[in-house]
């Protein structure tokens, strides 16, 4: 899908979707990917140290992995 390129993970905090996670192509033309990952805000987003893993917290408690 996007193996090798660059991208952008932005949170989207709308009042009908709190926690969606967003992929955006590094050159910003195009929306890759969206998840609704959480039920409430995105509070942090974090890259593994190999960007191999992304690492979400929500203000509903919960610590996706991805």
């Known amino acids: 899908m ?3 390129r660059k991208a952008f ?3 989207v ?5 709190p926690g969606s996670i967003q992929v955006i ?3 910003l033309s195009e929306k890759v990917f969206e998840i609704q ?3 409430l805000r995105v509070e942090r987003l974090r890259l ?3 960007n191999q893993t992304l690492y979400s917290a929500s203000d509903d408690g919960s ?4």
Do not use: N, P, T, W
Not at 63 to 66: K, N, R
């Open 2 to 4: 996007m193996q090798g």
């Open 48 to 50: 593994s140290y190999d």
């Open 13 to 17: 905090e709308e009042k009908d979707r």
């Open 37 to 39: 990952a959480h039920s």
């Open 9 to 11: 993970f932005v949170c």
């Open 25 to 27: 192509r590094g050159d």
């Open 63 to 66: 610590l996706c992995v991805f």
